[in-house]
């Protein structure tokens, strides 16, 4: 290209699994001329089941029509908003007026960014848990800020140490990214958790961003932190329909807060697209109606998965907490894991499996430096494909 890019990108490169998933390819390719069985992904979070029947229904039976083809509003359709609003009081118990504190996402990592765009100036300090999504340090970047990442240990469950926190330095501190259940450890958060975030926040004059998709999956007791009193004032909260009724490539997410930051947030979505197709929206209606069986149905599957890639892991030494929720198993790897070249623990032993197996399982480094000991395997793949990869690992050992 005659010009050069914008300098902000030279602070970001590909994401991991856009790269890691064209190797993926060319393994599989390689696999299949040599006759041997096709890779095993279980590395991205992409659900694999079917979004709910009345949903794809609903998308069906109105994509037909004439008049849903158009732009549609920049703030989403009233229907929507209302649905997420209904969504909120009946799992959460938390009251949202769905004509001001809440804007639908084409997908809650759009969010991510437009969060960034809206509030952070450069030079700025966002907090960044580590291990954590990728995407929260990106976005940052992209936007010219500065990451300050914070961390979450094993020892303290995946929970902020919060006297660690108080002991930084916070000046420049603008948000806090956080993410429970988290991704990738499957940490839950607790009541006391949420109310400390605000505290914290409210304190120290820094908005709490709260990633909140994986609230339905192996989690019998989904939380937000807008329950909180007072969480309004700091807090945005995003959310998706992606995790928890697998409907990942429909990009159906929001964001939900005060009215102004919801305002700061749409200022911004609106120069960059026309809003959702109307179809879609309504399918998300019927999606957000679902009542708690379909997460019943949905959680006695994802265990059916959990029990496979639990053994697994028992194959490889790996230890992981049971109680642990989300789409995904993190563990740690045996102690004395040999090392390949400057390859951290987890990837060397991520490697070690797929060459000899075909099985890919992320390594826990793209989740920051605390997570260089782990590793993590995704639950999105039927039982019958999980246990072909447990039946290749263990021969292979």
């Known amino acids: 290209m ?159 140490d919060f006297d660690a926190l108080e002991s930084m330095d916070l000046s420049g501190v603008k948000m806090m990214w956080t993410n429970y259940p988290n991704m990738p450890t499957g940490g839950k958060a607790t009541p006391g958790l949420y109310r400390r975030l605000v505290d914290f926040g409210r304190r120290h004059g820094i908005m709490i961003v709260n990633d909140n998709p994986y609230s339905f999956i192996l989690n019998d007791d989904p939380r937000s932190i807008l329950e909180v009193d007072g969480a309004r004032e700091c807090c945005l909260e995003l959310n998706s329909l992606s995790k928890a009724h697998n409907m990942s490539g429909w990009r159906i997410g929001m964001v939900a807060g005060a009215a102004d930051a919801i305002t700061q947030v749409l200022k911004v979505k609106s120069q960059m697209d026309s809003g959702i197709f109307r179809p879609l929206q309504l399918a998300a209606v019927e999606a957000l109606g679902q009542g708690p069986e379909w997460f019943t149905s949905l959680n006695a599957e994802y265990r059916r998965r959990r029990e496979v890639v639990e053994r697994i892991f028992d194959a490889l030494g790996v230890s992981y907490d049971r109680s642990s929720a989300g789409l995904f198993v993190w563990g740690r790897v045996p102690e004395g894991t040999v090392c390949e070249g400057d390859m951290t623990p987890g990837e060397s032993l991520s490697e070690k499996i797929l060459r000899a197996t075909g099985v890919f399982i992320t390594p826990g480094f793209i989740f920051g430096r605390n997570g260089v000991n782990y590793i993590r395997a995704s639950l999105c793949a039927p039982v019958a494909v999980l246990e072909d990869a447990e039946k290749r690992i263990k021969e292979s050992i």
Request: hydrophobic residues 40%; proline residues 10%.
């Open 2 to 160: 005659i010009i050069e890019p914008a300098k902000r990108t030279a602070s970001v490169k590909e994401y991991y699994f856009s790269r890691k998933n064209r190797e993926l390819a060319a393994l599989g390719a390689e696999r299949k001329a040599a006759g041997l069985p096709p890779v095993v992904n279980l590395g991205i979070g992409a659900p694999d089941g079917m979004p709910p029947l009345p949903a794809i229904g609903k998308l069906t039976e109105t994509a037909v029509k004439p008049g849903v083809h158009a732009y549609q509003s920049y703030a989403g359709i009233p229907e929507l908003r209302e649905a997420f609003a209904r969504w909120y009081s009946r799992y959460y118990s938390v009251e949202l007026d769905p004509k001001c504190e809440i804007q639908p996402l084409t997908g809650s990592k759009e969010g991510i960014l437009l969060i960034s765009m809206a509030y952070l100036n450069p030079g700025d300090k966002v907090l960044v848990p580590d291990p954590g999504y990728p995407t929260y340090t990106s976005s940052a970047l992209l936007a010219e800020a500065e990451v300050v990442k914070y961390d979450l240990l094993e020892k303290n469950h995946w929970l902020p």
